[in-house]
């Protein structure tokens, strides 16, 4: 079943697919290589919590930072050795389908950065039934916010999201800071595996905690704003790294496709990675291995974020954007 292919709104190909089919399709699990679902959830879990509780045993930290006054309005920041507060800030947003998952086993990627110089911000935000999908928008913008308020000396912020959370990273790209007073500088978007058009969805087991309307999956879609009233980049030299695994389900390959399509036609110095032999799940787990290949070679993003930002490129070499039109 070939699911590929940049159509138009109105011939979305998922549309053809029969509701098994859709559901498989955005069970990110199904689709893994190595380990069958369950054990590959139960990894997933399992590799986050052991980062998260070596991050904050290993690194200095300020846990649980509220940034709103929201009970779930909470940061964890993990701090570079480096005395400073100059620092580049990577701010993470977990994945978990909106409904599960939690800053307290998503520091994934910690270690590894923290010793390159780049600060760690790991956001909470309430997850369905308790927070609907505009409420965890605005936490993430909240959150983003704070970190420029309360580090306006930073090195640039760059957000990156998992699945989910690469979904709500992404409406950073169109939100307006006016009204929270300060724009966060912004200086890159790392969005991994993510969804951009949430209206497939609404028609899934995904939907039962998220009780999405349709309407409200279009407000929610960063793909459907762009097409529909497409916002100029605020910074047109913000790179934004649209990456999805090899064996993420071909819907996710579609989604994470198109976007970086529209992004292109709508002025965004967007790239395209497909990362090699990894799934869903491992795309994320491997950021806690410093030496991995996936951290190590050209178009993964994160050494570079550390090697932009100190002007030099290292074993890196600097990633080459695409502009314009495809
Ligand atoms: N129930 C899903 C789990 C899932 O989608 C997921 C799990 C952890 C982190 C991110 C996920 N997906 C999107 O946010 C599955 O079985 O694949």
Redesign the pocket.
């Known amino acids: 079943m070939d699911v590929s292919g940049a159509g138009g709104w109105d011939e979305a190909p998922w549309k053809k697919l029969c509701a098994e089919e859709l559901e498989k399709q955005y ?4 689709w893994t290589v190595r380990l069958g ?1 369950e054990e590959t ?1 139960k990894t ?1 879990s399992q590799i986050g919590s052991q980062a998260t509780s070596k991050a904050r045993a290993t690194r200095r930290s300020q846990l649980h930072v509220p940034y709103g006054d929201g009970k779930g309005d909470k940061i964890d920041i993990y701090f570079p050795d480096v005395a400073s507060e100059a620092w580049p800030f990577l701010v993470f947003v977990h ?3 909106w409904q ?2 939690s800053k307290d086993e998503s520091a994934f990627m910690v270690n590894p950065l923290t010793a390159q110089g780049v600060a760690v911000v790991v956001v909470a935000y309430d997850i369905a039934p308790k927070g609907t999908l505009d409420q965890m928008v605005d936490q993430v913008a909240r959150s983003t916010v704070f970190v420029q308020k309360r580090y306006p000396c930073n090195e640039g912020i760059y957000l990156c999201g ?4 690469a979904h709500l990273a992404a409406m950073m790209l169109l939100t307006n800071w006016t009204k929270h007073g300060v724009t966060p500088n912004l200086r890159g978007f790392l969005l991994i595996s993510g969804i951009y058009d949430l209206e497939p969805i609404v028609s899934t087991s995904v939907n039962a905690p998220l009780h999405m309307t349709l309407e409200g999956a279009r407000r929610n879609s960063p793909q459907w704003h762009l097409e529909a009233a497409p916002v100029k980049p605020a910074d047109p030299a913000c790179p934004v790294l649209v990456i999805v695994g090899q064996h993420d389900s071909p819907e996710f390959h579609r989604q994470s496709r198109e976007f970086y399509q529209t992004l292109c036609t709508r002025g965004w110095k967007a790239s395209f990675e497909e990362l090699h032999d990894v799934d ?2 491992e795309i994320i787990w491997n950021l806690t291995q410093e030496d991995d290949v996936l951290n190590q070679v050209e178009p993964w993003p994160f050494p570079l974020v550390a090697a932009i930002h100190s002007g030099q490129h290292g074993p890196f070499s600097p990633i080459e954007f695409e502009e314009g039109s495809f």
């Open positions: 069970t990110p699990s199904k679902a959830l997933f994945g978990g389908y599960y998952g998992h699945s989910a959370g869903h799940f």
